[in-house]
Structure formats: C-alpha cells, structure tokens
C-alpha cells in the first residue's frame, strides 16, 4: 500500500458521486478574487444540498471551469435546478456550457 494517498472505493451498490462541470468566458482576475470573497464569507443558497466545489481559473483568457460534486442524484437535481435559476450577476462570467458526469475516480494525497 502506497501512504499518502487515498483512493475512494467505487462499487456497484455504492451511490455514484455526480459532477456539474459548467464553463464561464469574460471572468476577469477581479471579478475571480470578488466571487472568491463571497463564496468563502457567504452561505450557500437555501436548500442546496451538501457539495464540494472546486473552481478553475485561467486570467490569460479570462475563463472559468467550476466543478461541483454531489453525493446523489437526487442532490445533484436539487442543485443543478437552484443553479440554472441563479441570476447571471451571481455566477462569475457568462455561461457556454454546462455538462453532468459521473465522477469515475476520486482520490486525494
């Protein structure tokens, strides 16, 4: 066994982990740190279910990838529905896509 890392077991009884991959364009290094500050001293909106985010960001091209992870897909609808009626000034650019996998391989070290 390798230390240090961690592979979470899926199997086929286990509940797969969803992802709600979405991409923003026009997301300057300011309105970035700006909607950093507000997730971090904020709440979550009422009655999103339990997640994880992770968000990318590349200043050269002022683009964004946010990735969220849901435990179900009962969380994952409950989410991407609270999402999608978020008005555009909350979210950090405009929206090109938005993309649901099933999260194959999760693992932290």
Not at 3 to 24: H, N, P, S, Y
Not at 29 to 50: A, I, L, S, T, V
Request: glycine share 6%.
């Amino acid at each position: 066994m390798t230390e240090g890392r961690r592979v979470a077991a899926i199997d086929k009884e286990a509940r797969m982990a969803l992802a709600r991959v979405v991409t923003f364009e026009g997301v300057s290094k300011d309105r970035m740190e700006q909607m950093d500050r507000e997730m971090r001293d904020g709440e979550p909106p009422e009655g999103f279910p339990q997640s994880e985010l992770v968000v990318l960001h590349d200043p050269e091209a002022d683009k964004s990838l946010v990735i969220i992870f849901f435990e179900s897909e009962e969380d994952y609808r409950k989410g991407d529905e609270i999402l999608s009626a978020m008005p555009a000034d909350e979210t950090p650019g405009r929206r090109t896509s938005v993309a649901k996998y099933d999260v194959a391989t999760r693992m932290t070290s």
